[in-house]
T-cell receptor
C-alpha cells in the first residue's frame, strides 16, 4: 500500500520567517495530495490541496509544490505568524474497493516564536 | 455549522467492555472513515465505508468492527476494549466523486482502564 513519509517532525521558526514541510510518497498512482492543519484540541482542517496535473498551487501565504517524478510534495508557509502554530499533516490518495482513501504522514509540529 | 458529529468528546471504559463510537454527517457524503490518532504515529486508518452496508478494512482493523446501516451514520465498535486501544478516534467523510479532502469530526478521546 501507500507509504507517506513526512519531515521534519518538529519545526520552530521565528515570526515572519518561512517554514517548509516535506513529504514523500511511494505509490506512483496517487494523484491527490491534501494538507491538513490541526490546532491543539481541534479537528484537522484542510488548508490546501494539489492534484497531480498541477505542479504548484498558492493560497495567500501558503503554497504547495509537487514533483511527480521524484514523488515528493512540500508545504511552504511564508511570513509565519503565531496562529500558524499547529500540527500539519500531509496525505496522499490511494485507490481501492470502489473508492479512495488518504494515507497520512505522521505530522509536523510547527511552533512560531513571536 | 458542524457537519461531522461524533457522539462523545471523552469516554472512559473498562477493559473487556464493548464500546460504540458514533459518527453522523449531514453532507450526504458516500465515504466515511474511522482513524485513530496517536502521538508520533499520525492518523492510521481503521475502517472505511463507501456505501451503505459496505465496509472495508484499513491498516489497523484488528480489535475493531464497524456498522453502516444508514448513509449518514458510521459506527466504530470495539468488541472487547483493551488498554492499547486508548487513543483519539477521528471520524471523517468525503464525496466519492473525484478526489476531495475529508471533513473530520471533533474526535473522541477514549481511555480504557
Amino acid at each position: 500500500g501507500e507509504n507517506v513519509e513526512q519531515h521534519p517532525s518538529t519545526l520552530s521558526v521565528q515570526e515572519g520567517d518561512s517554514a517548509v514541510i516535506k513529504c514523500t510518497y511511494s505509490d506512483s498512482a496517487s494523484n491527490y495530495f491534501p494538507w491538513y492543519k490541526q490546532e491543539l484540541g481541534k479537528r484537522p482542517q484542510l488548508i490546501i490541496d494539489i492534484r497531480s496535473n498541477v505542479g504548484e498551487k498558492k493560497d495567500q501565504r501558503i503554497a504547495v509544490t509537487l514533483n511527480k517524478t521524484a514523488k515528493h510534495f512540500s508545504l511552504h508557509i511564508t511570513e509565519t505568524q503565531p496562529e500558524d502554530s499547529a500540527v500539519y499533516f500531509c496525505a496522499a490518495s490511494t485507490s481501492g474497493a470502489g473508492s479512495y482513501q488518504l494515507t497520512f504522514g505522521k505530522g509536523t509540529k510547527l511552533s512560531v516564536i513571536p | 455549522d458542524v457537519k461531522v458529529t461524533q457522539s462523545s468528546r471523552y469516554l472512559v471504559k473498562r477493559t473487556g467492555e464493548k464500546v460504540f463510537l458514533e459518527c453522523v454527517q449531514d453532507m450526504d457524503h458516500e465515504n466515511m472513515f474511522w482513524y485513530r490518532q496517536d502521538p508520533g504515529l499520525g492518523l492510521r486508518l481503521i475502517y472505511f465505508s463507501y456505501d451503505v452496508k459496505m465496509k472495508e478494512k484499513g491498516d489497523i482493523p484488528e480489535g475493531y468492527s464497524v456498522s453502516r446501516e444508514k448513509k449518514e451514520r458510521f459506527s466504530l465498535i470495539l468488541e472487547s476494549a483493551s488498554t492499547n486501544q486508548t487513543s483519539m478516534y477521528l471520524c471523517a467523510s468525503s464525496l466519492n466523486r473525484g478526489r476531495n479532502g475529508y471533513t473530520f469530526g471533533s474526535g473522541t478521546r477514549l481511555t480504557v482502564v
